[in-house]
């Protein structure tokens, strides 16, 4: 039993010897890569650039509902008059125009549409720029995408 319990403490005061080389390894590692200005393998990460696509998709989504599904009677649809949608309902209670269709005069939403443009554009934004090897640079003559490619 003696012998049992010596050669069954030399392998478990072993174990932690041997697990300080892979240790070691990750270490020089991580070292290397924050010296040369990079983030690790092993802490790269695409989820900010789901997160992006995801945002483009909701407020591209936003923008067609704004335009198509949730018209808005305050703004007209077209050539029609501003105020076209009321007086057509205004002509309603006229029996000869009591099936007018009045709903095709009603205009986008217009504050769901820019909102949704504007989400999307920074859903884009961020997907671009979830990379760290890409950049996106806004100026006064224009919009700049830049990308580093390292060797």
């Known amino acids: ?11 478990l005061s072993g174990a932690p010897a041997l ?3 892979p240790i070691h390894a990750a270490i020089n590692t991580s070292a290397a890569a924050i010296a040369n200005d ?9 989820t900010p650039r789901w997160i992006g696509l995801a945002v483009a ?9 704004g335009a198509t599904a949730f018209r808005s009677e305050d703004t007209t649809s077209g050539n029609t ?21 009045c709903d095709i005069l009603k205009g ?3 504050s769901m549409v820019w909102s949704g ?10 997907f671009a720029v979830a990379s760290g090897n890409r950049s ?6 224009g919009i700049r995408f830049q990308q580093r490619v390292t060797f």
């Not at 990079?38 to 695409?46: L, N």
């Not at 998709?57 to 509902?65: H, K, Y």
């Open 57 to 65: 998709a909701a407020g591209s989504t936003v923008a067609i509902l």
């Open 117 to 126: 443009v504007a989400a999307a554009a920074a859903g884009v934004t961020l």
């Open 1 to 11: 039993m003696r012998i049992v319990s010596v050669v069954l403490a030399c392998v």
């Open 38 to 46: 990079q983030q690790p393998v092993s802490e790269r990460s695409s």
């Open 136 to 141: 996106v640079q806004v100026g006064p003559r």
């Open 108 to 110: 986008p939403n217009l």
């Open 81 to 101: 008059p501003p105020s076209g949608f009321q007086q057509c309902e205004a002509l309603k209670s006229n029996p000869v125009y009591a099936g007018n269709q």
């Open 19 to 21: 697990a300080q080389q």
